[in-house]
């Protein structure tokens, strides 16, 4: 072939790309930054050769006092940044970057840890799931233990038993079991990785701030599941998933809202019965086994922080969080409309 012939190939090929990419819609990636520029650097790389064509990176800063808000503004300037002001939480922050997604044409958003490890093709087939299934609210990938890439983490997805308030697996969990493959439907998908179809965030709202940190993707995937929507595992893609760091480092914070949480979500979204079953048995004995556990491991502050969000977790209003928390779901709104108020001065 001469020359002329290879440059004709050539062509053509550029040509199908493009219009692929034409046909491919537009995707936005929320990545929440708390003190972690380094994490959030590797995941924004990753995320940037992920061979996605219409994936937009949005770098949410949780309110960071260390300076990492002003690396990472540095080190990509071609991504979106959206500057929360304060500790949103992991809820709150990704909320805001949710809405901030869909407010500038977003068909989905790829709600992604830091601490996430994804390859080069990961996200088209997710897209793909809701393209091609369109009662799809929520989709994601099989997630795997990064010290043994043979472990399986998060099930693949889960359901939520609001009896107990505890996750049962929808498949192997910490095992080496071969994972499932194909597509099959979850009760909700860990939040570390997961692709949200912006119609579904429009009907059902975003992550709920008040619950500041931990069970905001059951109770995001059961407020789908009451609308309709289905919550799909893409069996055949798989990322790493490290385990977050900042959660590491506050365990009484990560404690109380463990606790929490799964009360809260369990009040919301199960009966009047299930409801009275969980809050005795949380009362009875969750919450004593686990101060009295801490106290025996000489971690009473633990222990203090599980009774205390057994306690919020039965007695609290489960709709309406703590005065910081109402206050930062007020900023999450108020962000929304900010960015709402701009897209129509522009338009």
């Known amino acids: 072939m001469g020359d002329s012939g290879v440059q004709q190939v050539e062509e053509a090929a550029s040509t199908v790309e493009e219009l692929e990419a034409e046909q491919l819609p537009p995707v936005w990636a929320v990545v929440l930054n708390w003190h972690d520029a380094d994490g959030t650097t590797s995941c924004v790389n990753a995320l940037q050769d992920c061979g996605y064509p ?40 990704n909320a805001a970057g949710m809405l901030y997604a869909i407010e500038r044409g ?47 983490w998060a099930n693949g997805g889960s359901r939520f038993n609001p009896w107990s308030s505890r996750v049962a697996p929808d498949g192997p969990s910490g095992s080496d079991d071969p994972p499932r493959e194909g597509r099959f439907s979850v009760g909700f998908i860990c939040g570390a990785c997961i692709l949200l179809r912006a119609e579904a965030i429009r009907e059902v709202g975003p992550f709920d701030p008040r619950l500041f940190l931990f069970s905001e993707e059951p109770d995001w995937c ?49 009966s009047w019965l299930q409801s009275t079953v969980n809050g005795i048995s949380a009362l009875s004995w969750r919450a004593p086994r686990a101060l009295i556990s801490n106290i025996m491991r000489r971690t009473p502050r633990i222990g203090t922080a599980a009774f205390r969000g057994y306690l919020s977790g039965v007695f609290g209003d489960c709709r309406r969080g703590s005065e910081p928390e109402e206050a930062a779901a007020e900023r999450v709104y108020e962000i929304a409309e900010q960015v709402s108020a701009k897209a129509r001065a522009i338009a």
């Open 222 to 270: 059961m407020r789908a599941a009451e609308h309709g929507w289905e919550t799909v595992t893409v069996g055949d893609v798989r990322v790493i998933h490290e385990g977050s760091v900042s959660t590491r480092s506050a365990r009484r914070a990560s404690t109380y809202y463990i606790c929490r949480n799964a009360c809260w979500v369990a009040r919301r979204h199960g």
């Open 54 to 93: 219409e994936l937009t990176v949005l770098i949410v800063d949780n309110g960071s006092t260390d300076g990492s808000d002003s690396v990472l503004h540095s080190t990509f300037p071609n991504c979106e940044f959206l500057q929360t002001g304060e500790n949103l939480g992991y809820a709150g922050g």
């Open 106 to 152: 977003a068909f989905a958003v790829l709600v992604i840890n830091p601490d996430c490890i994804v390859e080069h093709g990961f996200l088209e087939p997710l897209v793909k799931e809701l393209v091609d299934h369109a009662e799809t609210g929520a989709t994601g990938p099989i997630q795997l233990n990064l010290e043994n890439s043979e472990l399986i």
